[in-house]
């Protein structure tokens, strides 16, 4: 008889066995984001049914597009009745809308090279962590690089501005350890200086490494857009921070001053600030100047998201526990250090949604320009194109078009912001 008293004991594992495929892979998903419950599942089926008449009543308007006529009259001949785009419109006027329509065509490559290099340039500042820092040396050239390349002239131009700000830092670095006001006061007048100097050299000596010059009316299209959004944006945000700062000080005039503007420019539309840079500010100005248009909107909407922007960064601040600033206190750093180095990261990281959010807004509204006669892509739609006898009566072609430009710019601006936020997050939950 077996002793039944021994047990049996196993000597090894029994292998993984794979997950049901309830629960795993495109099924688990579907399962939990489309058909968790009753209601989640008539709501996804209604959505379906919706998504599906929007692609059957677009499919043949796509299918049947003409891309080859020279009007709009030849692609309703072609057509005949039948349903279609008529998309040569993109394939005849594709330069007009993305240069403008007096840009030469044979400095195309120019704004193109700037598109291009601009990723390179902004690469170590969006993602630092990934891009080696020798990088920066060829961000902080950008600037003047882009603009020769699109405005043209002799290479001087862009030197001397650089010269400008390098010695105009250098004196700041001088005098700065024996006052900062006086610091700046030195890093202003050697940069005017050295300005002044240098406008006389490239003005001698403009045929040196020239590009043709293109004048700021001949810019147009989305590139006109794409200037106006980059700069603005680059130049709001510094400046909303010291609006910011400046809101909280502690000196009565830098605080009134600074309520005022915001409040002032916050309570005004942008389009009455883009008539007063188009049409008002030519009057106080002494009589014979030309300041560039494009010049003075970009003042204007630089002053009018850095309001917004500077409210966006109070917010953040006012978020921030008492208990940050007594650590910096505690740690025996002045104003300008605890900013730098405690208050204003974190301030930044929490305003990061509010500021791409008025970023976002600001790109988008840089098609307000066209109301003051200037083409971006809006204003070549309306205008020059529309306007046209070939192209009278095609709407929804160039408006998508215009949908497949601001699109993917403003959803990837937002994309990153959610990977940024992810990035800085370091409190556990």
């Known amino acids: ?61 796509l299918s049947n597009g003409i891309w080859t006529t020279s009007s709009l009259a030849e692609c309703r001949e072609i057509l005949d009745g039948a349903t279609g785009g008529c998309f040569s419109v993109l394939t005849e006027r594709w330069n007009q809308l993305l240069f403008g329509f007096t840009y030469p065509t044979e400095e195309y490559w120019r704004p193109t090279l700037a ?16 891009v080696p820092r020798q990088v920066l040396y060829f961000t902080a050239l950008y600037p003047f690089l882009a603009y020769w390349l699109i405005w043209g002239g002799t290479i001087l131009i862009p030197i001397v501005a650089i010269a400008g700000f390098v010695v105009g830092y250098l004196a700041f670095t001088r005098v700065e350890r024996q006052s900062f006001a006086m610091g700046l006061l030195a890093a202003v007048v050697a940069a005017a200086l050295t300005w002044w100097i240098g406008g006389f ?7 040196f490494v020239a590009l043709p010059e293109v004048p700021s009316r001949d810019i147009g299209g989305f590139m006109l857009n794409f200037i106006l959004g980059v700069v603005c944006v680059s130049l709001s945000l510094p400046l909303g921070i010291v609006l910011a700062l400046g809101r909280q000080s502690d000196m009565p005039i830098i605080r009134i001053i600074c309520v005022v503007f915001i409040e002032f420019i916050r309570g005004v539309p942008l389009i009455t600030l883009l008539f007063v ?30 309001a917004y922007i500077a409210e966006v960064i109070r917010g953040g601040l006012a978020a921030l526990p008492r208990g940050q600033y007594e ?45 003051i006669s200037m083409f971006d892509l809006v204003g070549m739609i309306r205008g020059p194109i529309l306007a046209s006898t070939e192209w009278n009566g095609v709407y929804w072609e160039l408006w998508g078009f215009a949908i497949l430009m601001f699109f993917p710019i403003c959803y990837g601006i937002s994309q990153y912001s959610q990977w940024l936020e992810r990035q800085l997050a370091t409190d556990h939950r």
Not at 16 to 23: L, N, R, V, W, Y
Not at 26 to 51: C, G, H, M, Q
Not at 283 to 303: A, C, E, K, Q, S
Request: charged letters at 10%; a neutral charge.
């Open 1 to 61: 008889m077996a002793d039944k008293s021994i047990a049996f004991v196993r000597t090894e594992m029994l292998p993984q066995q794979a997950p049901p495929a309830s629960q795993s892979g495109v099924i688990k998903w579907v399962r939990e984001n489309l058909f968790p419950d009753v209601l989640n599942s008539i709501l996804t089926l209604v959505a379906l049914y919706f998504i599906y008449k929007i692609v059957a009543g677009a499919w043949p308007w």
């Open 115 to 130: 598109f291009v290099l601009l990723f390179v340039a902004a690469a170590p500042l969006l993602f630092a962590m990934y």
């Open 201 to 207: 050299v490239s003005g001698a000596l403009s045929g």
């Open 277 to 306: 840079a188009n049409v008002v500010l030519a009057y106080f100005l002494p009589p014979g100047t030309n300041f560039d248009l494009i010049l003075r909107v970009i003042i204007m909407i630089t002053l009018f998201s850095a």
């Open 327 to 371: 650590a910096a206190d505690s740690l025996g750093l002045d104003y300008a250090q605890s900013m730098r180095l405690i208050i204003m990261p974190q301030a930044l990281k929490i305003s990061i949604p509010g500021i791409v959010n008025v970023a976002v807004g600001l790109f988008k509204d840089t098609t307000l320009v066209s109301v």
